[in-house]
């Protein structure tokens, strides 16, 4: 066991992200589904919590690297989807969580502000920015669950604005001056993500919907994770590295949110026949590509730790 801990790599609290979301998103074929996929995104939890106690050396030493830094913060928003899962036996507990994962990703974002926005270059941005600014956007899909929705709509504002402001300065980073290392180049997946966690957000904390926002995340959403499966394969074919992560969550946001707009829209009485083809399909992809990266990382720490005997 402990030498699992220490072989762990902090990216993969993506995945136990992944994992908690994609709980929720099958959900509606049965509480099965979710139990099982929270129950093996808290495993991944209980582990990254023993490698911070045990190795906090190691722990820090890795966040000296800028994606792995901006990755780390997918730990506090999996902690706020992870009390969902318990609030059903203890709300306190489920409430005491999530203002945990909420205050320590607020922490993260003034610690990640300090470290390199403050010291900005334009070298060390990467997709996984929206990860730090955006992601705390969970706290307004989960809001309703606490009823703290007035919380969850200044996280939203905060959320959509960091996203307008950070998507040029990425988009100038990627496409114009390139030069992305090849373990960082699964992080462009992350692009799919903010619009429709922004969308997700608005859905869950907002009772009353402005349409211009709706559709507006709605096209952004769609289009931005359209781009990103026509890059998917290539990304696909580079070796595995622990950010293969920044394959799953995306996808699976990106289900959840269409799913919401589609319950919305069937709810106003303006039900669009379509989406439920693109609900299926997305969810489709989003459970394959999570359980696969799931493979991955359990093959690659097999290795991981046998080479270490």
């Known amino acids: 066991m402990k030498r699992i801990v220490k072989q762990l790599p902090v990216p993969i609290v993506g995945l136990m992200l992944a994992l908690a979301a994609t709980g929720n998103l099958v959900l509606s074929y049965g509480n099965i589904y979710r139990n099982i996929f929270g129950i093996l995104s808290a495993i991944i939890l209980i582990l990254m919590l023993l490698k911070i106690i045990i190795y906090p050396k190691e722990v820090r030493e890795s966040l000296d690297n800028p994606v792995v830094y901006s990755v780390f913060p997918t730990f506090s928003m999996g902690i706020m989807l992870l009390s969902t899962y318990i609030k059903d036996f203890s709300y306190s507990l489920a409430f005491i969580m999530w203002i945990i994962g909420l205050i320590l990703h607020i922490i993260l974002i003034f610690s990640f502000t300090r470290k390199y926005i403050f010291n900005f270059n334009i070298k060390k941005v990467f997709p996984s920015w929206f990860i730090v600014y955006v992601g705390i956007v969970v706290a307004s899909v989960t809001s309703p669950v606490f009823n703290m929705m007035k919380i969850g709509q200044v996280i939203f504002w905060f959320g959509f604005i960091s996203y307008l402001i950070l998507l040029p300065i990425i988009l100038k980073r990627v496409l114009k001056i390139g ?120 093959k690659f720490m097999s290795n991981k730790t046998e080479t270490v005997k």
């Not at 009772?207 to 289009?223: D, E, R, Y």
């Not at 919401?260 to 709810?267: I, K, R, V």
């Open 179 to 298: 030069e992305i290392p090849k373990p960082a180049l699964p992080t462009i997946v992350i692009f799919s993500a903010p619009a429709s966690l922004c969308l997700a957000g608005y859905m869950n904390s907002f009772q009353n919907k402005n349409m211009i926002i709706v559709w507006f995340l709605v096209a952004l959403s769609q289009l931005t994770l359209l781009c990103i499966l026509f890059q998917l394969p290539k990304l696909l074919k580079l070796r595995f590295y622990p950010s293969y992560s920044a394959f799953t969550f995306p996808l699976v946001i990106s289900a959840i949110s269409i799913k919401l707009t589609n319950g919305f829209l069937a709810n106003i009485g303006k039900p669009i026949p379509i989406l439920k083809y693109i609900i299926k399909f997305e969810e489709l992809i989003s459970v394959i590509m999570v359980l696969y990266v799931l493979f991955k990382y359990v």
